[in-house]
């Protein structure tokens, strides 16, 4: 596990903790990196990323768990966030429903995309483990 230490740490471990959207990129069966923009949820050593079943990138996951994590960078190309480590089907974490600290960050945004939890829950209920193993950026 990266250590999240000194400015440049402290401030990928807040964007871990606000921010509302992350890259997701995974590797194709083809060798090709396939990055996904994705809702997570930092919970202090590993992202959870809920995801539609049968989608590309838990294929991918299967096949390949090497994965990466980044932000945007700001409109100057700076605030660089990049987590180099490898992801996983869990099989271990409720559902969205029962996800307290999902909910409080996403119920609105939830809302928002004309969806209730419940049916956010049925469509979103595989779940992607990934732990990162490397933090790099500036």
């Not at 509302?20 to 069966?29: A, D, F, K, R, S």
């Not at 202090?44 to 390949?64: C, D, F, M, Q």
């Not at 100057?76 to 990049?82: A, E, K, L, S, Y």
């Amino acid at each position: 596990m990266p250590e999240f230490t000194g400015e440049f740490g402290q401030r990928a471990a807040e964007r871990l903790r606000t921010e509302e959207v992350i890259w997701l990129t995974t590797v194709g069966n083809d060798g090709m990196p396939q990055p996904s923009p994705v809702w997570f949820l930092w919970e202090g050593e590993t992202a959870i990323i809920y995801s539609r079943p049968a989608t590309p990138k838990l294929r991918n996951v299967t096949r390949h768990p090497q994965v990466a994590l980044n932000f945007n960078s700001d409109s100057g190309g700076d605030n660089i966030i990049i987590l180099i480590g490898t992801a996983e089907i869990a099989t271990d974490i409720p559902p969205v429903t029962a996800h307290a600290s999902y909910l409080a960050k996403y119920g609105t945004a939830i809302t928002r995309i004309g969806m209730t939890p419940e049916r956010f829950a049925a469509e979103y209920s595989a779940v992607i483990r990934v732990t990162p193993t490397k933090l790099r950026g500036h």
